[in-house]
T-cell receptor
Framework: DAGITQSPRHKVTETGTPVTLRCHQTENHRYMYWYRQDPGHGLRLIHYSYGVKDTDKGEVSDGYSVSRSKTEDFLLTLESATSSQTSVYFCAISYSSGGTDTQYFGPGTRLTVL | DQQVKQNSPSLSVQEGRISILNCDYTNSMFDYFLWYKKYPAEGPTFLIS?????DKNEDGRFTVFLNKSAKHLSLHIVPSQPGDSAVYFC?????????????FGTGTLLAVQP
């Protein structure tokens, strides 16, 4: 499982409140990613990080910010949650082994914004 | 604009038979492709990948075929087993690997009937 954990696993919040999701990895991977999964859209990249304090936007970054102050932690923040941000959020790391390059995913966080 | 398309939302197959999942893409810059399997309430798990320099890659019961001229890839599962029942996502990258942005399709739900 590439040592990826996400917290919380489930969260219900109200519109307008700030929310922070945490991704933690134990294997010192350089690249980390945040995706959201929605019916009819598959997985869409929100933000990614290529090192401590180095981040970049994905295809659906509006309304989200990220921070990475340590290699092992990648935080996703919704500054003011909206109902359209109700989704399942997945963190991932990239990994290469034996000539195969892939991304490994965490277990996900189900977020409901009321 | 969906750059990676999985036009079949669902597929039902008998146990022991072949499952064929299809994926089309529009961006000719994509040069690396991956398939993931996802069970409910879990993160996607990597199955198999293929580089654009190849037209076939095989790993056990899973084979991925790439037709660059048609911008089409397919995943063959032989023989299909009930435990293969899951949502399958194809993903593509224009960067030669997975250490950057992946673009995902919308997924195909495979049901393998005992």
């Amino acid at each position: 499982d590439a040592g990826i954990t996400q917290s919380p696993r489930h969260k219900v919040t109200e519109t307008g409140t700030p929310v922070t999701l945490r991704c933690h990895q134990t294997e010192n991977h350089r690249y980390m990613y945040w995706y959201r999964q929605d019916p009819g859209h598959g997985l869409r990249l929100i933000h990614y990080s290529y090192g401590v304090k180095d981040t970049d936007k994905g295809e659906v970054s509006d309304g989200y910010s990220v921070s990475r102050s340590k290699t092992e932690d990648f935080l996703l923040t919704l500054e003011s949650a909206t109902s359209s941000q109700t989704s399942v959020y997945f963190c991932a790391i990239s990994y290469s082994s034996g000539g195969t390059d892939t991304q490994y995913f965490g277990p996900g966080t189900r977020l409901t914004v009321l | 604009d969906q750059q990676v398309k999985q036009n079949s939302p669902s597929l039902s197959v008998q146990e022991g038979r072949i499952s064929i999942l299809n994926c089309d893409y529009t961006n000719s810059m994509f040069d690396y492709f991956l398939w993931y399997k996802k069970y409910p309430a879990e993160g996607p798990t990597f199955l198999i990948s293929i580089s654009s320099i190849k037209d076939k890659n095989e790993d056990g019961r899973f084979t991925v075929f790439l037709n660059k001229s048609a911008k089409h890839l397919s995943l063959h599962i032989v023989p299909s087993q009930p435990g293969d029942s899951a949502v399958y996502f194809c993903a593509a990258s224009p960067y030669g690997g997975a250490t950057n942005k992946l673009i995902f399709g919308t997924g195909t739900l495979l049901a393998v009937q005992p």
